[in-house]
């Protein structure tokens, strides 16, 4: 197990702690690992499976989508099938929608996650709506309303919850108040939070994710400050969502969630990558061990920023170590805009290697693009498509498009979302069914997965003959 490290570049924010099952979070506790099922959640054996392989590749927590209360109710036998086998990994309901799912996981399982992006507000229309101030109090007053029986639930049952905000998520009346934003997405979190904290429930972590790394360390900064002025120390789940998969997905989670842990936030972690859930926890992992060396890392590049560049000299033997600690140790200094060059050295690597790695940190960073970027997420019990399969024929389709965005969504919880980061998007929308966009618009929906890729490539290359005439 992690222990905190204590040398100078490195002092851990302190937060409160949350009792998660047989784990707690947050406080001196070490920072914790987890991961979330592909499975159907109906399919008991196959999250048992699935969730044993997470377990023993060191994930500490793991979530399950749960759309319905037919999947809610089944969490407990996916809980009963781990127990039986001597496991006793906190479980998390993922709920998306619908309240009164959470109100039924809630009584099963160690843990639920609610979005306050769909948790009472409707589904989001990207409509701007107008509220005058009564009317604005009038919404907060029924998410209150809402959360009451939940939060007495989640008592009766000591169970946890996540306040899990999403950039791709953003509620209408979020969005229309205070625009895509950082203060948006903080207020979106604090709106629920105020709740907990006002019924004394104390059994909560925080979780502010976006596929833009930018936004996610901006936003998450934003909420310490606002929970500190507001006497609140809540622990925090770090995660950039739809990172991708392969080194893209690493390098750009190693910025983002490395950022944070290099400043003393974050509490717990996933590094969502689009393969296989065990495959993540190895990643996390070297995340969370190289704190205390790319914290000093860190502090030294700032130290000796020269004529724009970062100079940093490392000594890894082993090639996804490199990526990681190199990505986590600069960047916060790009995503701050202290610098916008890269220079890598490290025996053993030659330069084309060197090169492509700092290109990749800088892309993931928003500082300058020199290849195709994929906002594709991890997938999850409402994919209904062969993700991996689908992103690599994507990828291997449009990998010469140097600086389009392209978003590979499994769903539609934060698939037309993430779209206003995208410049096109693949989103699942039903069974065999897939909607194409540009950016947060549907361009063509509901088309038979069979056909979605090629009309999807062929809608870019027309659309790029248009643009360029």
């Not at 699935?50 to 109710?73: F, H, N, S, Y």
């Not at 190895?282 to 920023?305: N, T």
């Amino acid at each position: 197990m992690n222990t905190r490290p204590t040398n100078s570049f490195y002092h851990r924010r302190k937060s409160s702690v949350a009792h998660v099952g047989t784990i707690q979070i947050g406080g001196d506790n070490p920072i914790r690992i987890q991961s979330m099922n592909t499975t159907n959640t109906n399919d008991t054996e196959a999250c048992v499976a699935q969730a044993e392989r997470i377990i023993k590749a060191g994930g500490e927590l793991v979530r399950l989508t749960t759309q319905g209360v037919r999947e809610a109710e089944n969490m407990k036998n996916i809980r009963d099938g781990l127990r039986e086998k001597g496991y006793d990994t906190p479980l998390v309901a993922d709920v998306h929608f619908n309240p009164h799912v959470a109100d039924v996981a809630a009584q099963y399982i160690e843990k639920v996650r609610i979005n306050p992006g769909n948790y009472v507000d409707p589904a989001r229309t990207f409509k701007h709506l107008e509220y005058t101030d009564e009317e604005y109090a009038e919404e907060l007053n029924k998410i209150d309303e809402r959360l009451m029986p939940f939060i007495q639930i989640c008592k009766e049952h000591h169970t946890a919850v996540r306040i899990g905000v999403n950039h791709g998520s953003l509620s209408d009346r979020i969005m229309s108040r205070y625009g895509d934003t950082p203060e948006g997405i903080v207020e979106s979190c604090m709106e629920f939070l105020r709740i907990f904290k006002r019924e004394h429930f104390d059994d909560v972590v925080i979780s502010i994710k976006a596929s833009n790394t930018v936004v996610m360390v901006q936003s998450v900064r934003l909420l310490v400050q606002t929970m500190d002025k507001e006497d609140m120390h809540y622990p925090l789940h770090l995660g950039v969502t739809e990172a991708g998969e392969g080194e893209d997905g690493r390098i750009k989670s190693a910025v983002g969630i490395g950022a944070l842990l290099t400043e003393g936030i974050g509490d717990t972690i996933r590094v969502s990558l689009s393969e296989e859930p065990e495959a993540e926890i190895p990643v996390a992992r070297k995340l969370v061990d190289s704190i205390e060396e790319c914290a000093a890392l860190r502090a030294q590049a700032i130290d000796s920023i020269a004529d724009d560049t970062v100079c940093m000299t490392l000594h890894e033997t082993d090639w996804e170590s490199l990526q990681l600690k190199a990505a986590m140790a600069v960047g916060a200094i790009f995503i701050d805009q202290l610098a916008h060059q890269l220079v890598i050295h490290n025996d053993g690597f030659d330069e084309r290697q060197l090169t492509e790695l700092a290109d990749g940190i800088l892309q993931a960073a928003r500082i300058k693009f020199t290849k195709t970027e994929y906002i594709s997420c991890p997938g999850c019990g409402r994919t209904l498509y062969n993700l991996q399969e689908t992103i690599a024929k994507i990828k291997e389709a449009t990998r010469d498009l140097v600086g389009l965005k392209i978003g590979i969504m499994g769903c539609i919880v934060n698939g037309p979302g993430e779209m206003a980061d995208a410049d096109y998007g693949y989103v699942g929308a039903g069974p065999g069914k897939i909607s194409l966009y540009k950016k947060k618009v549907c361009v063509e929906k509901n088309i038979p997965e069979s056909e979605a890729v090629e009309r999807l490539l062929a809608f870019i290359k027309q659309d790029q003959e248009t643009n360029n005439e």
